[in-house]
């Protein structure tokens, strides 16, 4: 390729677009009723999306510091219940929706907080991490945070200071939750601890790492660290669910479909367990408190992608099946040394790829991720898809998406074996019409697409020998090594032979009588398989042999040769071979060394292949 820069992710180019289409909003504003937070900017705006093994998509003001606030409840639900067991944690903290504002004093009888997510149950939650002072809580939370993160977090004792200095309708819940006792001492150090841990300091970059911490089961796709037991994390994003966007809950869980958990610092975390998390950060809040950008854009990523839980499709992980080159397996056509040499040398630029099991946004975004990240050092791509029962329009879109940039770079797509999934030829006709672009081709089967990208790969280094073109006789490979003399007794044996395209040359059960040394043209060898379909053994091109071996174990023919075009060719009978087995002892060891080593050269070839596809 003349550009080596590597093609730009659609994932990118799509929060690029909504990042740009939401910059203009000012719809909301930025929360005042903690001092400290209303000097935030309310041009600030971040997206970032993290999947489970670690991919950054990011746009934006991602790495703009705020204070997480309301998000830190989710997490440290998930402490609390580490610390002090579930059946502890419920009888102090149930588990409903209150349907009311963050701020609400919202209990049940007993005097329990409906759930964790309004501030009385997440001060009683804090109350339930391990310590006994503030700085013991703080300490347990800040650790557990940073683990989530990937990096060591800080605290915005500005914001903090300025949380206690105004939290007096928190101090009368937490005093009141004394009174129902939910707490059995001194409230004050655990709602101390929890304006600090209100207060911590994140990024949207932090933020959706934290996410996809929780939806990889707790550990950090990066570090391998683990912020919370396994166990606990279903028990997090449950109420994620139910309650993570206070009064406006139902709404989101209907319309965005992922566990979620907003702040009025700003930010937003949703996530799509086994799959990614996504961040928005964005000051200006709704009427309910939530980033009203971080709304907007979270509705729009999810519809784009079918993020929502309750998609039935199941994603699989394992999604590439397997991955080779051109340099470990080639396509049936048997070629010259010198292409063989060159496609050893230069055929890992073409990349093959098995794909396997139910394809969703999740396991695309890898398929596509490998194939941007590989694209500098890449010729053309063959995609597999035998192996896919299910495609939705989703995955479809990217794929298509991800060609098109691929495009841009000079680097081919070859789909083969995709009619069981229709949904990806009839979205690229939807999209390019009748006629598919250059750039995108649909093959049967693996092989014909390897064959194809090997000789544009062979085309474009300048060595391929084209079945237009006439090899002359002595550059044949049965009479390499013979001198002129020798290659002259040869020549007196040989009969001329012709054969128009789409001919049998030889059937499959007949005798053998002559082998042939094809001088221009192509021929298939190929076999009948019980279901009737035919499968290709080999292609044969200028200055190949075929046809020896039947002759040299006098059997029947195993298999059928047919003239992909006409085809001129020199035929040695069996007679021919016999008299040099018997007059010219020398020419005759010479004529089976080559045969002997063009029959290795394949079965190495088959030998890699199956090498190849066990890895």
Avoid at 9 to 32: D, M
Avoid at 369 to 389: H, Q, T
Avoid at 554 to 568: G, L
Wanted: proline content about 5%.
């Amino acid at each position: 390729m003349s550009d080596s820069s590597l093609p730009v992710s659609p994932i990118q180019s799509y929060l690029e677009e909504l990042h740009a289409k939401y910059q203009p909003l000012r719809e909301g504003a930025v929360a005042t009723y903690i001092p400290e937070l209303g000097k935030a900017n309310p041009d600030w705006f971040g997206i970032c999306v993290v999947t489970c093994d670690g991919q950054v998509y990011e746009v934006g003001d991602t790495r703009q510091h705020f204070t997480i606030q309301s998000i830190s409840k989710a997490l440290t639900y998930g402490i609390a219940l580490q610390d002090s067991g579930k059946d502890t944690v419920l009888s102090k903290v149930w588990m409903e929706p209150s349907g009311e504002p963050f701020n609400s004093i919202s209990l049940d009888p007993s005097g329990r907080p409906l759930n964790p997510m309004i501030n009385a149950g997440a001060i009683a939650t804090t109350g339930l991490v391990e310590g006994k002072t503030t700085r013991q809580k703080v300490n347990r939370i800040l650790d557990t945070f940073s683990r989530y993160a990937g990096r060591q977090l800080t605290i915005d004792q500005d914001v903090s200071r300025s949380e206690s200095e105004t939290g007096h309708r928190n101090r009368a819940i937490a005093y009141m939750l004394r009174n129902f006792d939910i707490f059995t001492e001194d409230p004050m150090p655990s709602l101390e601890a929890y304006f600090q841990q209100c207060s911590i300091l994140v990024n949207c970059h932090d933020l959706a790492f934290m996410g996809a911490t929780l939806a990889n089961d707790g550990v950090h796709p990066l570090t391998g660290q683990r912020a919370i037991i396994g166990d606990y994390v279903e028990n997090v994003l449950s109420v994620m669910s139910s309650s993570g966007m206070y009064d406006a809950a139902g709404e989101w869980l209907y319309n965005v479909g992922m566990p979620a958990k907003s702040g009025v610092g700003g930010g937003i975390l949703a996530v799509l367990p086994g799959q990614l998390a996504v961040a928005v950060f964005s000051p200006l809040l709704d009427q309910r408190g939530n980033s009203a950008r971080g709304i907007a854009v979270c509705r729009e990523i999810s519809a784009r992608y079918h993020l929502h839980v309750f998609n039935s499709a199941t994603p699989s992980l394992s999604v590439i099946r397997n991955r080779s080159s051109a340099a470990q397996i080639s396509s049936n056509r048997s070629r010259p040394a010198e292409e063989a040499r060159l496609l050893r040398e230069h055929g890992s630029r073409i990349r093959l790829f098995e794909i396997q099991g139910h394809v969703t946004f999740g396991p695309a975004e890898r398929v596509v991720r490998e194939l941007l990240a590989g694209a500098d050092k890449a010729f053309a791509y063959i995609l597999d898809f035998s192996r896919v029962p299910q495609l939705d329009v989703v995955s479809s879109r990217l794929f298509l998406d991800t060609f098109e940039a691929l495009a841009a770079k000079g680097i081919w797509v070859h789909v083969t074996r995709s009619h069981h999934v229709s949904i990806l030829k009839r979205s690229a006709r939807r999209r390019h019409g009748s006629t598919p672009p250059a750039y995108l081709a649909w093959e049967d089967d693996a092989d014909t697409a390897l064959e194809f990208c090997e000789n544009r790969l062979l085309e474009s280094l300048g060595d391929r020998r084209s079945s237009s073109m006439t090899v002359p006789f002595e550059k044949c490979e049965l009479v390499e090594g013979l001198t002129a003399a020798e290659r002259e007794k040869v020549w007196r044996l040989l009969t001329p032979r012709s054969y128009p395209k789409g001919s049998v040359v030889f059937e499959a059960g007949t005798q053998a009588t002559e082998l042939l040394m094809i001088l221009k043209g192509k021929a298939s060898i190929g076999l009948t398989l019980p279901n009737g379909l035919s499968y290709r053994l080999t292609t044969c091109t200028p200055g190949m042999t075929f046809g020896e071996m039947a002759l040299l174990d006098n059997a029947p023919r195993s298999a059928t040769v047919r003239a992909d075009t006409d085809i001129e060719a020199l035929s040695l009978s069996a007679p021919g071979l016999d008299l040099l087995m018997k007059a010219e002892h020398a020419i005759h060891a010479k004529i089976l060394t080559n045969i002997a080593r063009n029959l290795a050269a394949r079965l190495r070839k088959r030998n890699a292949e199956v090498l190849s596809s066990h890895l």
